[in-house]
């Protein structure tokens, strides 16, 4: 499978499969959450989203389709470096299931997608992410964000982004 790919048809924005049992996207609709289920076999949710702006009801909609649903707030403005190891932890737990990481846009879990692949050697930096910048162009306050993040040594997201071998990013 050649991943990225693009894919439509739904009500979230910016929806992609990154890897084969990984999918991206913005905010979903209900009807988003059944093709999700039934359609792409996804497992396992994880909402980037604060409490605040997360949809009272996404909750239920995942537990009536029978999927794990959990939510790990990135502040838009204030991402930080426990937000994302929360992530990646996440990631590792469900790493033998299909997956939908998302957001509002897709902003976050593009950059959260893309700070990985740097992590793990894949790409070098962000002007060799074309996947990226097909969804946005990151802010100023993100891309100082993962430079920061990148320039940790011994840092426990290299070491968890290492062990997420399953999802082949």
């Not at 909402?47 to 995942?62: I, K, R, S, V």
């Not at 990646?88 to 593009?110: A, D, G, I, K, P």
């Not at 891309?143 to 399953?166: G, H, K, W, Y």
Request: aromatic share 10%.
């Amino acid at each position: 499978m050649n991943v990225p790919i693009k894919c439509s048809g739904l009500d979230a924005p910016n929806l992609w499969q990154v890897a084969p049992r990984i999918y991206t996207c913005g905010q979903v609709s209900e009807a988003d959450v059944q093709w999700f289920a039934a359609e792409a076999g996804v497992s396992a949710v994880l909402n980037l989203l604060p409490p605040t702006q997360e949809l009272a009801e996404e909750d239920g909609w995942w537990a009536d389709a029978g999927v794990d649903y959990d939510v790990v707030p990135v502040i838009w403005m204030q991402p930080t470096m426990d937000g994302v190891l929360a992530c990646l932890n996440w990631l590792e737990r469900h790493q033998e299931e299909t997956v939908l990481v998302h957001c509002s846009m897709n902003y976050r879990v593009s950059c959260l997608v893309h700070l990985i692949r740097r992590l793990r050697g894949n790409i070098v930096d962000a002007s060799h992410d074309d996947w990226l910048h097909e969804i946005w162009e990151p802010n100023a306050i993100w891309m100082a964000f993962i430079s920061q993040l990148c320039a940790l040594e011994d840092s426990p997201l290299t070491a968890v982004s290492q062990r997420l071998n399953a999802f082949d990013f």
